[in-house]
């Protein structure tokens, strides 16, 4: 056991290597020569080899794993981490700051959100809204939680509600700190930032990997989101990854002397720079639409000399307060936006146009092009989207086109040049029979798309199966779109519940299909039966229902029963859904195929209904529904996941703090200072068994599908 002295002695040496590293890599001045930190980082070492109860999560020692991952493993986000609109021109920016207006001044009329600082609705010279811009890094969007100060977990944006741990990786970059630099930190910090590739070093990289005749990564931004994945911590850190935080999320019951005075943006980047990270130097706080013209201007042109690469800059209205009114779409906060610089455009000849049908049976003009670099990658190929688009192109075969990357990673033809036309060249024109199956399209007046509506059509079903056996829906490993289409064309499946009748015999029949591999196939397909209810109901491919919408509709309707027998009101209050997807959701259950489809899934063990340890018969409830409630205390029956969910199923919002917004406070014991503080806004507060006696209807749920 080590001793007193040699206990101290490493604990000093963490702390000096630590704000030796915050020197380095957050303020950008060293504090001391690289010798004397190798020495001292040897010393600790030494002394932990000698005793590793000396060992401690956050010791600079700790950053690189000896041994490579099995796996990464998908984990929930604390804080959703979500994506931002985007802008291409000064006008959208400047219909957002209007947006932003609108929703503020409305909110103060309503008397929702108390009087708003620094905006003055009755002045009609008021025109823009203090932002803060940020350049955007153009890198992979990470999430990193900090329990007591101390890093607990890094993840990847995934979808921004499930991401991937990757916390061995995380702990390889020097420029994110293990410990935070504060005294008493709170329990649990959120910070939110972009790793990124110097560019200096990506070009290393890919000279290192042309001499060992490896391919080398197309840009940056590929070659650090491909780093982030890598099994092996000891291959993270050779390429020297790099990071600057942009967000800090504060606990919203947060009491700490330092970070419970943060009100601004400006002021959460300089404590993330006290708290040890690395924040982009290059941000500035505009007051006026010239400044931010200005600084877009400026760095239109700067960025390219810039050590890393930016596609963009990142405009905040500064104001906590004014952000928490504004709040979130589903997808986006609405009190941010990213204004992306031009996408680079070259031009290339359209050789051909070729017509793809989706799994909705929306048909697609693709045109084939003649390969051009663009943005660091090779393009032969580009979406016309619609006949709509067509038709405003006036395309012709042969055709000069400007092609672009639409939001630097689609490929999209941007205008044609007509007087570079071949002559005789041949105007396209969108098929009147579908390509795959041969009948009849349609395209309804008051859409762009045209479409194909045979349901036996080869293309929807083998689109409907890819989509059902894909990461994000049943996840059914062994099964690709090869696999697909020729499962499609043996007549071996001819829907998804198909998929579940397929034996390891038959799968044996399939070119190059051999027994090993046929049998993994099965036993995957049958592992999916235990995938959750908002897995399967995304499967389903329902218009308009991604994944994100489908865990919120899972999370509101428990079984299929109770949402094939709502109505589109009743659906669409549910915040984030409206009308559209509603309407959608409605049409797609009244349809008697998909009814037998579910019933077929039903019976064949497919997991329709949530599984919470605590269930009772809800349905969407008139009292409930788009009512705000916040759940505090211990309850006497019900675990506060379990209230939350059965008030989300009834139709009503959940939050996680107290504000003028909230219309019912469910107090158990220990509520503490939530409890205080809807008192002091004369919130009611009702008990479980009030709640649960608002929860009951006299309409029960029917089996819709008997």
């Given amino acids: ?80 981490l979500f994506s931002l609109d985007n ?23 309503s008397g929702a959100g108390g009087q708003p ?29 900090y329990r007591n100060g101390v890093l607990e977990r890094g993840a990847t944006r995934g979808d921004g509600t499930m991401g991937e741990d ?38 290393e ?41 942009y967000t800090l999320h504060l606990p919203s019951d947060l009491q700490h002397p330092e970070l419970s005075q943060i009100k601004s943006q400006s002021q959460a980047l300089e404590c993330l720079q006290a708290l040890g990270f690395r924040v982009n130097p290059h941000r500035q706080l505009c007051k006026s639409l010239a400044e931010l013209q200005d600084y877009y201007n400026h760095w239109e042109e700067e960025r390219h000399h810039l050590p890393y690469m930016t596609d963009g800059m990142v405009i905040k209205v500064n104001n906590f307060p004014h952000q928490e009114q504004l709040g ?64 405003e192109l006036d395309l012709h075969i042969g055709d000069t086109a400007i092609v672009r990357k639409a939001g630097e990673i689609i490929p999209e033809v941007v205008r044609i040049l007509p007087e570079l036309r071949p002559l005789h060249a041949q105007r396209f024109a969108m098929p009147s029979h579908c390509p795959e199956c041969g009948q009849p399209v349609v395209k309804p007046l008051d859409e762009a798309a045209t479409r194909c509506i045979n349901r036996q059509c080869p293309a929807i079903v083998w689109g409907a199966i890819e989509h059902w056996v894909s990461r994000d829906a049943l996840d059914i490993n062994g099964i690709g779109e090869k696999l697909v289409r020729q499962m499609v064309k043996a007549n ?104 037998q489809l579910v019933k077929h899934l039903q019976e064949l063990g497919l997991q329709l209904q949530s599984s919470p340890s605590h269930q009772v018969a809800i349905a969407i ?21 379990e209230a939350k969910t059965m008030i989300k199923a009834a139709g009503g919002k959940v939050t996680d703090s107290i504000s003028k917004k909230t219309n019912y406070l469910v107090v158990g014991e220990d509520a503490g200072s939530k409890l205080e503080k809807a008192q002091a806004l004369n919130i009611p507060c009702i008990s479980e068994a009030e709640l649960l006696a608002m929860l009951e209807t006299n309409t029960k749920s029917k089996n819709f599908f008997d």
Wanted: glycine share 4%.
């Fill in 621 to 641: 409830n008139p009292q409930v529904t788009g009512k705000t409630f916040v759940v505090t205390g211990t309850l006497p029956t019900l675990k506060r996941d």
């Fill in 166 to 203: 990757i916390t061995s990786n995380i702990k390889t970059i020097r420029s994110i700190p293990l410990r935070l630099n504060l005294e008493n930190p709170p329990d649990h910090l959120e910070i939110r930032g972009e790793a990124f590739l110097p560019i200096a070093t990506f070009e």
């Fill in 492 to 595: 071996y499946v001819s829907s998804i519940a198909d998929l579940y009748s397929l034996t390891s015999e038959k799968l044996q029949t399939l070119e190059r299909m051999g027994a090993k591999s046929a049998d993994k196939i099965v036993a995957a397909i049958a592992k999916s039966k235990d995938k959750p209810w908002s897995r399967v109901l995304y499967g389903l491919g329902i218009r308009h229902v991604g994944a994100v919408n489908a865990q919120n509709l899972a999370d509101h309707f428990p079984n299929v029963e109770l949402l094939a027998s709502s109505s589109p009101e009743a659906i669409g209050s549910i915040y984030g859904i409206g009308t559209e997807i509603a309407q959608s959701i409605c049409d797609w259950f009244g349809d008697a195929t998909n009814q």
């Fill in 328 to 391: 979130f779409t589903q997808k986006t906060p609405r009190w941010a936006i990213a204004w992306k610089y031009p996408a680079a455009e070259m031009p290339t000849i359209i050789e051909s146009v070729t017509v793809q049908v989706g799994r909705t049976g929306t048909l697609t003009p693709v045109a084939e092009l003649r390969p051009v670099q663009l943005a660091g990658t090779t393009v032969s190929r580009a979406t016309l989207h619609n006949s709509d688009r067509l038709a």
């Fill in 205 to 245: 990289i890919n000279q290192e990997r042309s001499q060992t005749g490896e391919s080398q990564f197309a840009n940056p931004r590929n070659a650090a989101a491909g780093t982030l994945r890598q099994l092996d911590p000891r291959i993270v850190a050779q390429r020297r990854l790099d990071f600057f935080a």
């Fill in 87 to 109: 802008a291409f021109n000064v006008g959208e920016v400047v219909a957002w700051q209007e947006r932003c207006q609108r929703l503020l001044k409305q909110d103060l009329e």
């Fill in 1 to 80: 056991m080590p001793n007193l002295e040699l206990v101290r002695r490493a604990e000093e040496l963490c702390k000096v290597l630590q704000q030796a590293s915050y020197a380095y890599y957050a303020l950008d001045t060293p504090s001391m020569d690289d010798a004397v930190y190798d020495a001292l980082y040897r010393e600790l070492q030494e002394l932990e080899a000698q005793y590793p109860q000396l060992i401690r999560a956050d010791s600079p020692t700790q950053r690189v794993g000896e041994h490579p991952l099995q796996q990464f493993y998908s984990v929930q986000h604390y804080i959703p």
């Fill in 117 to 145: 600082q620094n905006l003055d609705v009755t002045d009609s010279s008021f025109t823009f809204l203090e932002s803060i811009c940020e350049l955007k890094i153009d890198g992979s969007a990470i999430a990193l939680s």
